[in-house]
């Protein structure tokens, strides 16, 4: 690894359109992140509502070497970015609203739906998901600079109980996505299965790499998903590492990445 005094690779990425609204910031060797900058679209009076900054969430870890505090407004992505995060060693700040599928009361006692009132049309999680991962993809690619002294390489496998994944990733500048997820339900909590094979695509889309994600075995939906963004994280930290003695050099053949 190199030197402690290297500087820090971090990127700040705003990416709106009609569909979502994300803010990012993202540190590759973690340490401290300040707050995000004001936005009016996650005041408090917007369709829904996203905890300030300092809240204490599911998925939020403020600690010496970490800070890492995310909303998606989908619980299950929150938890696999910041298990992503975590394990990779990142520090990131991450917030995004975008047109989720409208939450809904429902009184069983009187069979009665009412929707919560919204300022825009509701769609489902596609868009929220697809554009997270292409916002987290291109903080990435900004973070990571020339891609020079780096690892290049990285693979990892990871276990939850029954489930164990492999990650193979190649910061290669050539985007391509290969993932077996074997996903027996459609929805992990409010998550549509089918969106992590995307979402990863789409972040090897702007993060310009190579990667193959495989779950080799598991039971349970979450530990399947769960050991896969582990082993993701691990390859991740290992493929961006720095090498001592390398800086300015590149890991190819062809002399450029």
């Given at each position: 690894?190199?030197?402690?005094?290297?500087?820090?690779?971090?990127?700040?990425?705003?990416?709106?359109?009609?569909?979502?609204?994300?803010?990012?910031?993202?540190?590759?060797?973690?340490?401290?992140?300040?707050?995000?900058?004001?936005?009016?679209?996650?005041?408090?009076?917007?369709?829904?509502?996203?905890?300030?900054?300092?809240?204490?969430?599911?998925?939020?870890?403020?600690?010496?070497?970490?800070?890492?505090?995310?909303?998606?407004?989908?619980?299950?992505l929150d938890h696999m970015l910041h298990a992503w995060a975590k394990h990779a060693g990142w520090s990131l700040r991450l917030r995004s609203k975008g047109d989720l599928l409208s939450r809904i009361a429902l009184d069983l006692s009187q069979n009665a739906i009412e929707p919560y009132?919204?300022?825009?049309?509701?769609?489902?999680?596609?868009?929220?998901?697809?554009?997270?991962?292409?916002?987290?993809?291109?903080?990435?690619?900004?973070?990571?600079?020339?891609?020079?002294?780096?690892?290049r390489f990285g693979y990892a496998y990871a276990p939850l109980d029954e489930a164990l994944s492999r990650a193979v990733l190649d910061i290669s500048s050539r985007p391509f996505f290969v993932g077996e997820f074997g996903f027996t339900g459609p929805m992990i909590g409010t998550l549509n299965s089918q969106m992590i094979h995307h979402g990863l695509a789409s972040w090897a889309q702007t993060a310009n790499v190579t990667l193959h994600v495989d779950v080799l075995k598991g039971a349970n939906?979450?530990?399947?998903?769960?050991?896969?963004?582990?082993?993701?994280?691990?390859?991740?930290?290992?493929?961006?590492?720095?090498?001592?003695?390398?800086?300015?050099?590149?890991?190819?053949?062809?002399?450029?990445l």
């Open positions: 690894m190199s030197s402690s005094l290297s500087p820090s690779r971090k990127a700040f990425i705003t990416r709106n359109t009609k569909e979502t609204k994300i803010q990012l910031s993202l540190c590759l060797d973690g340490g401290p992140l300040d707050h995000l900058e004001p936005n009016p679209e996650f005041d408090a009076s917007s369709h829904y509502s996203i905890p300030a900054q300092d809240a204490d969430t599911h998925a939020s870890q403020i600690t010496a070497t970490q800070h890492i505090w995310i909303w998606t407004g989908v619980g299950f009132s919204f300022s825009f049309a509701t769609v489902d999680d596609h868009h929220t998901t697809e554009d997270t991962f292409l916002a987290l993809g291109s903080a990435f690619t900004k973070a990571l600079g020339p891609r020079t002294g780096i690892a939906d979450h530990h399947r998903a769960e050991s896969a963004f582990k082993a993701l994280a691990v390859a991740c930290k290992i493929a961006a590492g720095r090498v001592e003695g390398k800086e300015g050099e590149v890991s190819s053949t062809k002399g450029v």
